[in-house]
């Protein structure tokens, strides 16, 4: 795939991490602060060529689809009040494949979905 202007600059907002696991429509409005002219079919384009690359990850969440920049298996608590997405790490999976040994299963793939609070909104709560 030959590089643009657009594709860098996707790239590079997904990957400076100034937006969290951003959705096409935020990425849409960030790109657009650069270059107003790019359409959001452009946008999609290029992080759906970005994903197949390998270059980010689409994280599927209630809603539409989250980009990461982050491409190391990892899990992601979805916040029900915020709807932020925020990375949990991997050893849960381990936990999760232990306890199917320990009941004498087998787990092949484990999929981890958590809902629930993330802590900036358990701490403006309080």
């Given at each position: 795939?030959?590089?643009?202007?657009?594709?860098?600059?996707?790239?590079?907002?997904?990957?400076?991490?100034?937006?969290?696991?951003p959705t096409a429509q935020d990425?849409?409005?960030?790109v657009r602060d650069h270059m107003?002219?790019?359409?959001?079919?452009?946008?999609?384009?290029?992080?759906?060529?970005?994903?197949?690359?390998?270059?980010?990850?689409?994280?599927?969440?209630?809603?539409?689809?989250?980009?990461?920049?982050?491409?190391?298996?990892?899990?992601?608590?979805?916040?029900?009040?915020?709807?932020?997405?925020?990375?949990?790490?991997?050893?849960?999976?381990?936990?999760?494949?232990?306890?199917?040994?320990?009941?004498?299963?087998?787990?092949?793939?484990?999929?981890?979905?958590?809902?629930?609070?993330?802590?900036?909104?358990?701490?403006?709560?309080?």
């Open positions: 795939m030959r590089h643009s202007r657009q594709r860098d600059l996707i790239l590079d907002l997904v990957r400076s991490r100034a937006l969290n696991h990425v849409h409005d960030a107003p002219g790019v359409s959001l079919g452009t946008v999609y384009r290029n992080l759906h060529q970005l994903v197949e690359q390998g270059e980010i990850v689409a994280v599927q969440a209630e809603g539409p689809l989250h980009y990461d920049w982050n491409r190391q298996a990892h899990h992601h608590l979805h916040c029900s009040r915020c709807g932020a997405l925020v990375d949990l790490p991997l050893e849960l999976e381990d936990k999760v494949r232990e306890k199917a040994r320990h009941l004498g299963h087998s787990a092949d793939i484990v999929d981890i979905h958590v809902r629930g609070t993330c802590s900036r909104c358990l701490n403006t709560s309080t």
